[in-house]
């Protein structure tokens, strides 16, 4: 009946308060840019309102369920028509979001609440931010030298892209 | 240090998110795992391009080439080594019990690559409680760079090695994590004072040879009246009773009470059975009859007896009876780092047969003998009534491990009040101690039973 005393027993999973900011603030921000229709807003803040509950209790499900909200509020706004910057600013802003929560949900999983954690969320945060304004630069620069606007360069891009994910996979 | 065991720290750390997790890893050796973490985007991409296609939304298209290079973003990066030192300095590695120990770890990262995301839990020892703070954090660290985090633990009973340091690395991107472990070997040790007050505790009545303060029931040379008797040849001048003599013109001899030392031995019951708690994080039974055998201990040696100790354990121990501060020295050692008495328990089943042996075979003939035990199972009583039965006049002290919160609790609760009947049936004195209440209170409140 010997027992391990650690603090575990009673670990307080929440995520630390950066990466809840974070993805509070970046849902907003898809929320703003998508809603150029009346559905894609509300979806939005549905889902952002989900979004927030799920990161601020650590729950995965709730998270994950808003993020797809997010996304789909993304999908919605682009079906209406959105111009490309705005969707490239939706869409990373949803990314962040949905990594910023994921993210902060695993620490707090992993090593609680009462640990220090800000460095590495602002840090991982700080990466994801950076690579996906580049990331979402040279693909406007491409996309706007082709500059007809014909959906097939995107499509060629989007293939190469493609491409190249696939053959990461298979690594 | 035992590097076959993951730390509970660990465990815990990987049960909380891959329920999977649970291998053991060497220092030196890392696992790597993929989160699989940015397939949702790869789903939001691809769904993108299938819309996008079909509305023909350049919006869309270029969303989706977003997405998915975002995808293979997480397939290009790679984990960093797990080379990192860790450093503990330690408030004070000798604390006495429930002494507050800070701990403060300071991490380097030894390699030349960035490490953007590294977990680390602390190898708190395993029968350690954190009070205060986390042994665990998490940071991004440049090469060469250092993060300090601290904790605080209440110290307990033994002594306590920190395990290996559990790190987990993740690429920038989080798409992989490397999990390893790095040795930082340290202890606290953590010895229990033994008590400065000593309290009455209650012997059996006694027929020895040594003079001490324990009142014998037989004549001798001593300070109370006892008896006369007829004169022997031998018997010092001053003891005879001149004024008798005088009377009656018969020598006689006056005999005084004989106030005799005791040799007593302490036995503790720390067979598994004996680590029983009324709750998971309570105190033992065993810590509970380490406690009560120091505060015997030094009534006992107080009040002029040699007091040996010994465990009913798997792994043979033994400390001969004896007095004075040397002894006491060794008992307190004994009663702190004794590996049989440790915290966490013993792998290994007792041979209880073989260790009553070993006391009968080494305690003085006359030794009294106190046996710690919670009394859990039938056999200690049964050894205790076969001490008693081989002329070593036992006591026994129980403290109390049963909780009254479930039907089979209070059933061993019942089953143990029986085998503590039964003892005292035979004329064994018992201590019932709940072990909460300081043990001379118990002493205090308790009869004295049957001498």
């Known amino acids: ?171 | 240090m035992s590097f076959s065991s993951i730390p509970a720290a660990a465990t815990r750390a990987a049960g909380a998110t891959d329920e999977a997790a649970e291998f053991e890893i060497e220092p030196g050796t890392v696992v790597d795992r993929r989160t699989r973490r940015w397939y949702g985007v790869t789903v939001f991409a691809l769904l993108a391009l299938g819309v996008g296609v079909l509305t023909r939304e350049p919006g869309l298209l270029l969303t989706s080439a977003f997405g998915i290079a975002f995808a293979g973003y997480g397939q290009f990066t790679s984990p960093p080594p797990v080379e990192v030192s860790v450093e503990r300095s330690i408030s004070d590695d000798a604390p006495d019990t429930d002494d507050t120990v800070a701990v403060t770890v300071t991490v380097r990262n030894e390699s030349d690559r960035t490490m953007p995301d590294l977990r680390l839990v602390d190898g708190v020892p395993p029968k350690m409680t954190v009070v205060e703070g986390s042994p665990r954090v998490a940071t991004a660290l440049r090469p060469g760079q250092e993060t300090t985090f601290s904790y605080s633990l209440r110290a307990r009973r033994g002594r306590h090695e920190f395990e290996p340091t559990t790190v987990l690395a993740r690429d920038a991107s989080g798409a992989t994590e490397r999990r390893g472990t790095v040795d930082a070997p340290d202890t606290v040790g953590c010895e229990a004072s033994l008590p400065s007050q000593s309290v009455a505790f209650p012997l059996r009545s006694q027929t020895t040879r040594h003079t001490g303060r324990f009142p014998a029931d037989t004549g001798g040379p001593g300070v109370e009246f006892y008896a006369t008797r007829e004169y022997r040849p031998g018997d010092p001048l001053n003891r005879v009773d001149w004024n008798r003599t005088a009377r009656t013109g018969d020598l006689t001899t006056v005999q005084y009470r004989v106030e005799r030392s005791v040799s007593v031995v302490l036995v503790v019951d720390a067979r598994q059975a004996a680590y029983a708690a009324p709750a998971p994080q309570a105190r033992t039974a065993l810590d509970a009859a380490v406690d009560a055998a120091g505060h015997a201990y030094v009534s006992l040696t107080d009040a002029g007896h040699d007091v040996g100790l010994t465990a009913l354990s798997p792994t043979d121990c033994w400390l001969s009876p004896g007095n004075g501060d040397e002894h006491r020295v060794r008992a307190r050692e004994f009663l702190s780092t004794e590996p049989a008495l440790s915290p966490s328990g013993p792998d290994a089943e007792t041979n209880l047969y073989a260790a009553v042996q070993r006391i009968r075979r080494r305690a003085p003939t006359d030794a009294q003998i106190v046996v710690f035990s919670p009394l859990t199972d039938d056999h200690v009583a049964g050894a205790a009534i076969r001490l008693d039965a081989n002329g070593h006049r036992t006591t026994v002290v129980s403290p109390d491990p049963t909780a009254d919160d479930s039907a089979g609790h209070r059933l061993a609760g019942v089953w143990r009040s029986l085998r503590l009947a039964d003892l005292r049936q035979r004329d064994i004195p018992v201590v019932d101690w709940d072990g909460t209440e300081p043990f001379p209170h118990a002493l205090a409140r308790w009869d004295g039973g049957s001498r």
């Open chain 1, 1 to 171: 009946m010997s027992t391990r005393a650690t603090d575990a027993d009673s670990l307080d999973t929440r995520p630390g308060t950066a990466s809840v900011a974070v993805a509070v603030a970046a849902g907003l921000v898809t929320v703003l840019v998508s809603a150029t229709t009346l559905l894609a807003g509300a979806v939005g803040l549905c889902a952002l309102v989900v979004v927030s509950f799920g990161v601020r209790r650590g729950s995965r499900l709730l998270h994950r369920i808003g993020s797809a909200g997010l996304f789909g509020a993304v999908l919605l706004a682009g079906v209406a028509g959105t111009e490309p910057v705005p969707m490239l600013v939706a869409a990373g802003a949803a990314v962040v979001a949905w990594d910023a929560g994921e993210h902060g949900i695993d620490l707090g999983r992993q090593l609680g609440h009462a640990a220090v954690s800000t460095r590495a969320q602002l840090a991982h945060v700080g990466v994801t931010v950076a690579v996906g304004s580049a990331v979402a630069v040279v693909g406007y620069v491409v996309y706007d030298a082709a500059s007809t606007g014909q959906p097939t360069t995107a499509i060629a891009l989007s293939l190469g892209a493609a491409l190249l994910f696939t053959y990461a996979l298979d690594r």
